[in-house]
């Protein structure tokens, strides 16, 4: 997705996790990301993909079956550099060029490469809240002091 809309856009945001994006045609031979409540824009802002980021179409059941695939179907984004393509590459090993998907085709972000850790970190709760943190202290300084 970058090696297009990021030549030719003036601003591009970078997908995120938990995003719902769709396929959008510019420029009557490309495909753009966007967020999904940017299709009907005319001059929407492009959603740059990383290399490796794994995503859940949502297919139309009339598009799932000329694709030959399952209406949910998981796929990992590749930026390929010689030539400079895009690509969606499905489990099953095919991949296909994001201008050859069909437009107006929505997806979610599920994971986006170096987001992995961060994301587990934000998900799991810290032992002790920081106020709580705090009062745990004061009793262990005061027994502490009361031993001198």
């Not at 031979?29 to 859940?56: A, F, I, Q, R």
């Given at each position: 997705?970058?090696?297009?809309?990021?030549?030719?856009?003036n601003h591009v945001e970078e997908a995120?996790?938990?995003?719902r994006l769709g396929l959008k045609k510019m420029y009557?031979?490309?495909?753009?990301?966007?967020?999904?409540?940017?299709?009907?824009?005319?001059?929407?802002?492009?959603?740059?993909?990383?290399?490796?980021?794994?995503?859940?179409?949502?297919?139309?059941?009339?598009?799932?079956?000329?694709?030959?695939?399952?209406?949910?179907?998981?796929?990992?984004?590749?930026?390929?550099?010689?030539?400079?393509?895009?690509?969606?590459?499905?489990?099953?090993?095919?991949?296909?060029?994001?201008?050859?998907?069909?437009?107006?085709?929505?997806?979610?972000?599920?994971?986006?490469?170096?987001?992995?850790?961060?994301?587990?970190?934000?998900?799991?709760?810290?032992?002790?809240?920081?106020?709580?943190?705090?009062?745990?202290?004061?009793?262990?300084?005061?027994?502490?002091?009361?031993?001198?």
């Amino acid at each position: 997705m970058c090696w297009f809309s990021a030549e030719y856009a003036n601003h591009v945001e970078e997908a995120k996790a938990g995003q719902r994006l769709g396929l959008k045609k510019m420029y009557r031979h490309s495909n753009w990301v966007v967020l999904e409540s940017e299709l009907e824009k005319s001059c929407p802002t492009p959603v740059c993909l990383l290399d490796g980021t794994k995503v859940l179409f949502r297919f139309p059941e009339t598009e799932a079956g000329s694709l030959h695939f399952d209406s949910d179907a998981e796929a990992i984004f590749k930026m390929l550099k010689q030539p400079k393509r895009n690509v969606f590459e499905f489990l099953d090993g095919r991949q296909i060029r994001l201008d050859d998907m069909p437009s107006r085709v929505v997806f979610d972000v599920l994971v986006v490469p170096g987001s992995e850790q961060l994301s587990a970190l934000l998900a799991s709760e810290p032992a002790l809240p920081r106020d709580d943190d705090e009062k745990a202290k004061a009793p262990f300084l005061a027994r502490l002091l009361a031993r001198l």
